[in-house]
């Protein structure tokens, strides 16, 4: 399995008992962390193309949830400093809103459209995070659909090109919604946890939070080796 690190939001915070969010600081020392020891961040389309060609050595996915605004003012330039890539999911039918489904947290704006838009125009690659978070074992087939199919669909009327990928909310999922993703035409699929259905629509991928110093990287980077027996 690649390494993907799984971001949330990068701003200054007094209170996150989430833990979704990053401080610009401790995210600018994460990023100097991959490139001192000779690595690469990427999109996931990137990643998966460099896979299949034989020439990912180096390449570490890093991918951002919910599509949260300052992705725009602190995760894209922090990025493009170090050239690097990112893949960041949104949800097609909150675009513009704020994170509703974290009752008791921050609230934090999400890209609106243009703001998808502008992403994409610099090197961005965006995927779908579905319609609205839901939680996807919990719906009937209509909504299942809403969520996979139709938030596909959106996002690529509005960027005018494919939209390749797919992130479970909250990392549910099952066979069934693995399925559903791949109907849909997704190329891939990000999870968050190793589990039986760990392939390339339920990719696991390495939390990343603001206690991630280099001591911490390192062992999550040795703890992804170890697991995968690379």
Not at 42 to 51: H, I, K, N, P
Request: glycine share 14%; aromatic share 10%; charged share 25%.
């Amino acid at each position: 399995m690649p390494f993907v690190l799984m971001y949330h939001s990068v701003e200054k915070y007094d209170s996150d008992p989430f833990r979704v969010t990053v401080s610009p600081d401790r995210f600018a020392g994460q990023l100097r962390w991959l490139a001192g020891r000779g690595l690469t961040g990427v999109s996931m389309g990137e990643l998966l193309r460099a896979r299949a060609t034989g020439n990912a050595r180096g390449l570490v996915g890093l991918t951002f949830d919910d599509g949260y605004d300052d992705f725009l003012g602190e995760v894209v330039p922090a990025l493009l400093r170090h050239r690097f890539t990112a893949t960041v999911f949104v949800l097609s039918g909150l675009l513009g809103g704020h994170n509703t489904w974290d009752a008791g947290g921050p609230r934090k704006r999400l890209m609106d459209a243009d703001g998808v838009r502008r992403a994409a125009r610099q090197g961005m690659e965006i995927g779908s995070h579905s319609a609205g978070h839901r939680s996807l074992p919990g719906l009937g087939e209509a909504e299942l659909r809403e969520e996979v199919a139709t938030s596909k669909a959106v996002l690529e009327d509005m960027l005018g090109d494919r939209v390749s990928g797919f992130c479970y909310p909250y990392g549910h999922v099952t066979g069934r919604e693995v399925a559903a993703v791949r109907d849909a035409g997704y190329s891939y699929a990000c999870a968050i946890w190793r589990s039986e259905l760990s392939g390339g629509h339920a990719l696991p991928r390495t939390y990343v939070g603001d206690r991630d110093g280099a001591l911490r990287l390192r062992a999550k980077w040795l703890r992804h080796r170890v697991r995968w027996g690379r």
